[in-house]
């Protein structure tokens, strides 16, 4: 039984020495030569990544372009409706069956052209019963005036009354107004059988006809034979803005205002016109006035029916420094721009705005011609900020004519009532708009 007990002893002896002696056991372990480096090597890494932070610090890549002046047209741009000029729907003056047809659709024709024929010969028999009814009443006139010489002579020798003189009198002036009668018959009966030739009362192009040879017509028919419309020129029909008003009358008083017919990008012009009409009228209930310009249209890019763009120049605004729209920022000292220095650096010029689109602007004061402007990169620019500039490719590659376009608005408002857009916060706690918050490309790097 001692033994027993002298077991159990030693085992838990042994059991107490073991749980003590396991903490160094594992430290031994986990602090081995290799790992001790390991851990080194990481703390380096660390102080070398937070270095690399740190150097990550550097200029500013921003794009950049270049202001430029020159004349700059002022436009209000809408969409317009082409509209022949002249349009006529050919119909018949008569009835009858139609003979024949004297044109292929899609032909131009020239006014005093037969365009189509209907069958004559009713109209040229009753001429012709017209015609002989003149006759016969011609030959009574005849007999009725050697009845007056004879009576005439009969009265002086009192062989006759005076009454049947007097008679004979009346009875020649009812031949000579029967006679009167038949040649206006004839001359109706005559313009009856010439509307069985049918023709065009002005030049044009003629249309897609509605009705074929052999078919019996009416004057009475409403669908006509064909439509022919001058399209050479051709007019098109636009509204503008009730607000442009007074600067187009305005600038009409001058002289004829140009007119631009536009392809379907709204950037080729198709054709050049001026502008007939301003409507008497403004439409109240969508607060535009209608507009109808002519074009001459020689290469037939414009069509009855067809949308098209439109631009209406109402002023020139003369030698105008322009700058891209991406340029401009606000504050809250008004509009600026930020410049790129000679030294890579950032400088912010206050400027004055005058009228704009959505792609150029006219800079009235505080910038000159040829400065170079920053367009983007604006979220980590500040005031005299390092900078690394690249060409804005996208700017300079932009149409250099200068022109802004006015697309169904009223004139341009001032600073003070224009909306505030987004504003990006610089370091610096500058709010600026630019292109990088607003959807628009941002500057490499970024």
């Given at each position: 039984?001692?033994?027993?007990?002298?077991?159990?002893?030693?085992?838990?002896?042994?059991?107490?020495?073991?749980?003590?002696?396991?903490?160094?056991?594992?430290?031994?372990?986990?602090?081995?030569?290799?790992?001790?480096a390991?851990?080194?090597?990481?703390?380096?890494?660390?102080?070398?990544?937070?270095?690399?932070?740190?150097?990550?610090?550097?200029?500013?890549?921003?794009l950049?372009?270049?202001?430029?002046?020159?004349?700059?047209?002022?436009?209000?741009?809408?969409?317009?409706?082409?509209?022949?000029?002249?349009?006529?729907?050919?119909?018949?003056?008569?009835?009858?069956?139609?003979?024949?047809?004297?044109?292929?659709?899609?032909?131009?024709?020239?006014?005093?052209?037969?365009?189509?024929?209907i069958?004559?010969?009713?109209?040229?028999?009753?001429?012709?019963?017209?015609?002989?009814?003149k006759?016969?009443?011609?030959?009574?006139?005849?007999?009725?005036?050697?009845?007056?010489?004879?009576?005439?002579?009969?009265?002086?020798?009192?062989?006759?009354?005076?009454?049947?003189?007097?008679?004979?009198?009346?009875?020649?002036?009812?031949?000579?107004?029967?006679?009167?009668?038949?040649?206006?018959?004839?001359?109706?009966?005559?313009?009856?059988?010439?509307?069985?030739?049918?023709?065009?009362?002005?030049?044009?192009?003629?249309?897609?006809?509605?009705?074929?040879?052999?078919?019996?017509i009416?004057?009475?028919?409403?669908?006509?034979?064909?439509?022919?419309?001058?399209i050479?020129?051709?007019?098109?029909?636009?509204?503008?803005?009730?607000?442009?008003?007074?600067?187009?009358?305005?600038?009409?008083?001058?002289n004829?205002?140009?007119?631009?017919?536009?392809?379907?990008?709204?950037?080729?012009?198709?054709d050049?016109?001026?502008?007939?009409?301003?409507?008497?009228?403004?439409?109240?209930?969508t607060g535009?006035?209608?507009?109808?310009?002519?074009?001459?249209?020689?290469?037939l890019?414009?069509?009855?029916?067809?949308?098209?763009?439109?631009?209406?120049?109402?002023?020139?605004?003369?030698?105008?420094?322009?700058?891209?729209?991406?340029?401009?920022?606000?504050?809250?000292?008004?509009?600026?721009?930020?410049?790129?220095?000679?030294?890579?650096?950032?400088?912010?010029?206050p400027?004055?705005?005058?009228?704009?689109?959505?792609?150029q602007?006219?800079?009235t004061?505080?910038?000159?011609?040829?400065?170079?402007?920053?367009?983007s990169?604006?979220?980590?620019?500040?005031?005299?900020?390092?900078?690394q500039?690249s060409?804005?490719?996208?700017?300079e590659?932009?149409?250099?004519?200068?022109?802004?376009?006015?697309?169904?608005?009223?004139?341009?408002?001032?600073?003070?009532?224009?909306?505030?857009r987004?504003?990006?916060?610089?370091?610096?706690?500058?709010?600026?708009?630019?292109?990088?918050?607003?959807?628009?490309?941002?500057?490499?790097?970024?």
């Amino acid at each position: 039984m001692k033994r027993v007990w002298r077991l159990v002893a030693w085992i838990a002896g042994l059991a107490v020495v073991a749980a003590l002696a396991l903490p160094f056991l594992t430290t031994g372990l986990t602090n081995r030569p290799g790992q001790q480096a390991g851990q080194q090597a990481g703390k380096g890494g660390g102080r070398e990544g937070g270095k690399g932070k740190r150097g990550a610090d550097g200029p500013t890549p921003v794009l950049v372009t270049k202001s430029f002046r020159a004349d700059v047209p002022v436009y209000v741009e809408g969409v317009g409706t082409g509209q022949a000029l002249i349009s006529v729907l050919i119909r018949s003056q008569v009835d009858g069956i139609l003979n024949t047809l004297n044109f292929t659709e899609g032909q131009s024709v020239k006014a005093g052209d037969v365009i189509a024929r209907i069958d004559p010969r009713l109209y040229q028999a009753t001429l012709d019963q017209d015609v002989a009814k003149k006759k016969l009443d011609e030959a009574t006139l005849a007999n009725a005036h050697r009845d007056l010489d004879r009576y005439k002579q009969l009265s002086a020798t009192k062989a006759v009354t005076q009454q049947q003189y007097d008679t004979q009198i009346a009875t020649v002036a009812q031949s000579e107004a029967q006679v009167a009668i038949d040649q206006a018959t004839i001359d109706s009966a005559r313009t009856t059988l010439s509307y069985t030739d049918i023709t065009s009362p002005i030049a044009g192009r003629t249309g897609i006809r509605n009705v074929d040879v052999g078919n019996l017509i009416h004057a009475t028919d409403t669908t006509g034979i064909v439509t022919v419309s001058q399209i050479q020129p051709i007019s098109v029909i636009f509204n503008v803005p009730q607000q442009e008003l007074p600067r187009i009358n305005k600038a009409g008083l001058l002289n004829q205002l140009d007119v631009q017919a536009l392809d379907g990008t709204g950037k080729q012009v198709v054709d050049h016109g001026k502008l007939i009409v301003v409507n008497n009228t403004i439409d109240q209930t969508t607060g535009t006035v209608k507009l109808k310009a002519d074009f001459p249209n020689p290469q037939l890019q414009l069509w009855p029916g067809i949308f098209t763009n439109v631009r209406l120049q109402v002023e020139t605004l003369k030698d105008a420094v322009i700058v891209p729209v991406a340029a401009l920022q606000r504050g809250p000292n008004g509009s600026f721009v930020f410049l790129a220095g000679a030294d890579n650096k950032a400088k912010m010029r206050p400027i004055t705005l005058g009228q704009q689109d959505d792609t150029q602007a006219v800079v009235t004061a505080g910038l000159d011609s040829g400065e170079t402007v920053i367009t983007s990169g604006f979220q980590k620019l500040t005031d005299g900020g390092a900078i690394q500039p690249s060409p804005d490719k996208a700017a300079e590659a932009a149409d250099k004519t200068p022109g802004l376009h006015q697309p169904g608005v009223s004139p341009v408002p001032t600073e003070s009532e224009m909306p505030a857009r987004p504003p990006e916060r610089a370091q610096d706690g500058t709010r600026h708009h630019g292109r990088d918050g607003g959807g628009h490309r941002a500057s490499a790097g970024e």
